[in-house]
Each structure stands twice: as C-alpha cells, then as structure tokens.
C-alpha cells in the first residue's frame, strides 16, 4: 500500500537555524497538510496546500513558516529561523480530495531545537 | 469553530474486556466525525469517520463509533481489546467548507495482559 514518507526521522537544531522537513506524499494525491504534535498535547492543524497554494493555515503558521511543492513530489515545510518552542513532532499528510476524505499521515519527523 | 474534547487522558483495560472512549465535539452545524489511531512511532490512521446516516459506523480493526447529536459525542467502542490495539486514539472534527480536521487532545490506551 503506498504511503506517505517523512526525512528525516529526526532534526536536531540550533535556536535561530532554519529547517527544511521533507514529506514525499501519495503520488495520486491532490491534498496537503502538515500539522505538529508538542510532547504530550494534542495534535494540531498547521497548513493545508492545494493546487500549489494554501488553502487555510492556522494562527500557528506565522511569517517563519513556509511549505513549497518544489517538484511536484516533495512537500515541504520549511522554519525560517526556529525557536525553543519549535520543538514537536511534525507529521505531514495527504488525501485524495480534501480534509473530508482519509488523512494518510507520514510517521513524522521529530524536531528538537536547542 | 469547531472543537473537540477528549476527557479521559488515560485508559487502562484488560486484555478481552470492554473498551469506551468518549469524545464530546462542539460545532453548530452538522459535524464531520472521525477517529484515528497512533501506534507508536508511527502516523495517525482513519479508523472510522461520521458524515452523515446511520449513527452508529463501523469502522477497521473491529472499532465502532455511535454518534449521538443530543449528547454532542462520537463515542469509540470495542466489544473486546487486544494487545495490539494498545496505542493513543484521537477523535477529530471536520466542516465541508473547511480543508481541515481539528483534533482532540487523544487518549492513551494501555492493555493489561
């Protein structure tokens, strides 16, 4: 069964730094997403991305947030300079027509900023 | 805006016995309801969702969930639990014109052998 893979499992970084987390989704996937996970909270909506914009994004998703589709495989959400409060586990997903329709969620990549 | 609501953080249940996990959603018009589940280490997977008819849906592993719109819930339940369902459940909400789903906060079920 396809799936949607994340890199790397886990990013360490220093405070300032700017990450790249990398998501390959299911390839006949037309749907987004990337939501975040701070230990021991719930899990939290970031961004959606559709036809090559966004489609909603959260009060979460500030200026020092950004995702690109750069090849038409890689889904991308880049930190432009990171804070401590960064810190989390984040899981990009996919679907075939919307939010409505299975999330398939990569086994997300763990970010730790110091 | 929608909203959900997990109450219990923790579960423990014994291997064979009952499960029931609540989930309270608040949202003004008619929701869409789902559960996922996390083993660990791994992403989220769909286990059932609500949009719409029969309140009570089926869903993998055996799991079912029955919405009651007078109670606001969209209850998880299994008639008996394995080991291997040990693993952190979320219930989420969703709107048609939205392209998201909100999550509760999960809750962790431990299986006792």
């Keep these: 069964e396809p799936e949607v893979t994340q890199t790397p499992s886990h990013q360490v970084t220093q405070m300032g730094q700017e990450v790249i987390l990398r998501c390959v989704p299911i390839s006949n996937h037309l749907y987004f997403y990337w939501y975040r996970q701070i230990l021991g909270q719930k899990v939290e909506f970031l961004v959606s991305f559709y036809n090559n914009e966004i489609s909603e994004k959260s009060e979460i998703f500030d200026d020092q947030f950004s995702v690109e589709r750069p090849d038409g495989s890689n889904f991308t959400l880049k930190i432009r300079s990171t804070k401590l409060e960064d810190s989390a586990m984040y899981f990009c997903a996919s679907s075939r027509m919307g939010a409505l329709t299975p999330l398939h969620f990569g086994n997300g990549t763990r970010l730790t900023v110091t | ?113």
């Design chain 2, 1 to 113: 805006a929608q909203s959900v609501t997990q109450p219990d953080i923790h579960i423990t249940v014994s291997e064979g016995a009952s499960l029931e996990l609540r989930c309270n959603y608040s949202y003004g018009a008619t929701p869409y309801l789902f559960w996922y589940v996390q083993s660990p280490g791994q992403g989220l997977q769909l286990l059932l969702k609500y949009f719409s008819g029969d309140t009570l849906v089926q869903g993998i592993k055996g799991f079912e969930a029955e919405f009651k719109r007078s109670q606001s819930s969209f209850n998880l339940r299994k008639p008996s639990v394995h080991w291997s369902d040990a693993a952190e459940y979320f219930c989420a909400v969703g709107a048609d014109r939205d392209d998201k789903i909100i999550f509760g906060k999960g809750t962790r079920l431990h299986i006792l052998p």
